[in-house]
């Protein structure tokens, strides 16, 4: 028979109060909370990420995610940065964030590209075709910020396009000549070939070319000290023998690479977890060699503990790139383990040339939001 005794213990019962029952999360899943994946010989396991509010509400655990958490948590180290390439860690977020920036780094951040190519002359072995698309893709040194996006309704102005030139011609009697990006001379005054009109045009009145500036674009400010010209001077166009000839103007416009990978300001834009090794017992004397013999990144280093006896220790994690030559070894698997940070990003921006990877990151930040806001907007 229950007695009003046996109610009241029931309904105040806990058995987080019992004192065998350990507080929080056991280890096994708090190891799955903060680090995912763990490379094991054979494959990665826990490489799920655990998202949902309630995944550890019967240990009585919150897992939901809160703004305030994420104020506290989130920062960004940077570990080097040079005009274009450059590494940082994102500590704090979820891969879905990672991954939101690396796309948008590639494919929505706006960049001033080559889209038309008006071939005079062409003599050489490269096709018209060839020749346009391979002055496309030269990285365009200017800052896209400054210019406008050009729309079908627009005309060309010195608000919205960069005009560059080429007329280069292999003398005869001369070896062949390698046409490189540092002929490709900027016209500030836009346009020099002029359109070919069906009817008569007057004496007095000024020839129409491909574009109409008001000013020069050397007489603005942003300019004046600052020429445009492309990222790197040295790209190969194409190679003329004695007797050929290229006259050619380009076209520049703004543009983003979700159109065409030329617009695209990044050469690569990647992110990996944060590595971490972890030795599980003492690596001594003949295996602490072998482990450093096998790891072909370095990771590992020898301490000498005196007597004779030697160690093993983790020296530069970060350099492990998980691949498991340390696990293949039947005497050590059991003595080394391979986790991944799930919140810790190794993020690595190369660009192209057309603006400084810390600025591309910037303006990947603003372009998210956007989309942030955009969507907030929507739904209210």
Known sequence: MVTEEDRIFAKNFNIEDLPDVPAGLPPHLKLKQNRGVVSKKDASVDTADVIYSGSYVSSGVDNTVKLGNFYEDFKVDVISCTETDMEFDMIGIDAAFANAFRRILIAEVPTMAIEKVLISYNTSLIIDEVLAHRIGLIPIAADPRLFEYLTEKDQSNEKNTIVFKLHVKCPKGQSRLNVLTSELQWLPNGSEFLKETGGSTSASSKPETYTSFSCSQDSLPEFADNPITPSHLDILIAKLSPGQEIELEAHAVKG??????????????????????????????????????????????????GNGRKRATVAQPRNCTLCKECVRDNELVDLVDLRSVKNHFIFKIESTGSLPPDVLFTEAVKILEHKCERVIADLS
């Open 256 to 305: 983003i690479g979700k159109t065409h990978a030329k617009w695209s300001p990044v050469g690569t834009a990647w992110y990996r977890m944060l590595p971490e090794v972890v030795l599980l017992g003492e690596v001594e004397d003949e295996k602490a060699e072998r482990l450093v013999k096998v790891c072909p990144q370095n990771v590992f280093d020898i301490e000498d503990m």
